[in-house]
């Protein structure tokens, strides 16, 4: 398989990082189940527009994340799995090294792999042939699903839990070692769908002959 994965909040604590920030730059706080980009912008856009121009391509900022929670062991446990591997981040470009440098720093494989700043990331996915894709937004899992390949929800925090529980069904966990399960699950139903069609070939004589 070709591995697809989103950067923050799939293997990167961007959330509780802007969290941190917020409370100590401008004393801002909340409730850690309304925690989410799209609230913030709703509800504070001033101090979310201040706090994301300062964080900017900061390398403190972005260093400093921390990974999620099993993401390291469950990639490196793929790793055998993978034809390739490619982080797919709406991050600037500007931020490419510091990127490059946080997974470098946590042990990432194929860290120097990285689509940034891309217009959609289904274009991505699908134009690089990439086979199973893993994110936090429900959005980007529903758009590549319906073209058939293989996509997965990462439902790491109580704000992406909440907003998205209803589509968990469709290929989501909490945690990434439920990721793992997922994946392995569809490619041991790949491995027979492909098995059945090479005995079906079989069956109906379509075996190659050896040369006489």
């Known amino acids: 398989m070709i591995l697809g994965i989103d950067i923050d909040d799939t293997i990167a604590g961007w959330i509780p990082a802007m969290q941190a920030l917020l409370w100590k730059r401008y004393q801002f706080s909340f409730i850690d189940h309304l925690v989410s980009t799209s609230y913030l912008n709703r509800f504070t856009p001033d101090v979310v527009f201040n706090a994301t121009k300062e964080i900017g391509v900061s ?21 055998p799995r993978c034809e390739d591997i490619h982080y797919v981040t709406h991050r600037q470009e500007a931020s490419r090294g510091v990127s490059v440098h946080w997974l470098q720093k946590w042990g990432f494989p194929c860290a120097s792999n990285i689509f940034m700043e891309m217009g959609s990331k289904h274009e991505v996915v699908e134009d690089n042939g990439i086979t199973h894709y893993i994110d936090d937004r429900w959005e980007s899992i529903y758009t590549l699903q319906h073209l058939g390949i293989h996509a997965y929800l990462l439902l790491a925090y109580p704000s992406n839990f909440q907003k998205y529980f209803p589509y968990s069904r469709h290929n ?26 090479i005995n079906k070939d079989f069956e109906d004589g379509k075996r190659p002959h050896p040369a006489t």
């Open 172 to 197: 989501g966990a909490t945690t990434w070692r439920g990721i793992y399960d997922l994946i392995m699950k569809d490619l041991e139903i790949d491995s027979l769908i492909i098995t059945d069609f």
């Open 59 to 79: 390398e403190e900022f972005y260093v400093g994340l921390l990974p999620i929670p099993g993401a390291i062991e469950v990639i490196h446990e793929l790793l």
